[in-house]
């Protein structure tokens, strides 16, 4: 069974809703709250059919969109360096800067590392990237 589109019932949706660029925190938080009633409704929709209507389905993306737009924007997250991606993993580890050392071998050179006076190198990322198990890009 193939469903169609319906631009008479997506109006009625968008006139409904009226969705549009977001500006301020207060419109994100209606656009949220309309996000949230959509995704409740095909939660309760989904216990008697498993399928959002194409129409809901439509302005809820449309919805997200907007949200993720704003939100990039006004809250963009800052990207990590080297050096906090390592205390990062540390701390979730409980790991002390001794520990580093035995990793690094060489007592001087993770001192400067965990007290961002030196930059992790190729070598140094590829050892890391082993004993935390992720990409060694993170340290470079």
């Known amino acids: 069974m193939t469903l169609s589109f319906s631009s008479e ?6 006139a409904k809703y009226q969705p549009k660029a977001i500006k301020t925190d207060e419109e994100n938080e209606e656009a949220i709250a309309i996000v949230e ?10 216990r008697k059919r498993p399928n959002r209507t194409l ?3 439509t302005l809820f993306e449309l919805l ?3 949200i993720e737009k704003y939100e990039g924007e006004q ?4 990207k990590s360096n080297s050096h906090a991606m390592l205390l990062h993993l540390m701390e979730a ?22 007290d961002d006076r030196r930059e992790i190198d190729r070598g140094q990322a590829e050892v890391l ?4 198990h992720v990409d060694p890009s993170l340290f470079i």
């Open 37 to 46: 009633e959509l995704a409740h409704r095909y939660a309760l929709r989904a």
């Open 129 to 132: 990237g082993k004993f935390f």
């Open 64 to 66: 997200l969109a907007l």
């Open 55 to 57: 129409e809901e389905t």
């Open 75 to 78: 809250y963009p997250i800052p």
């Open 9 to 14: 019932i997506y109006a009625n949706l968008l």
């Open 93 to 114: 580890r409980s790991l002390q800067p001794s520990d580093i050392i035995q990793i690094l071998g060489s007592s001087s050179v993770a001192a400067e590392i965990i």
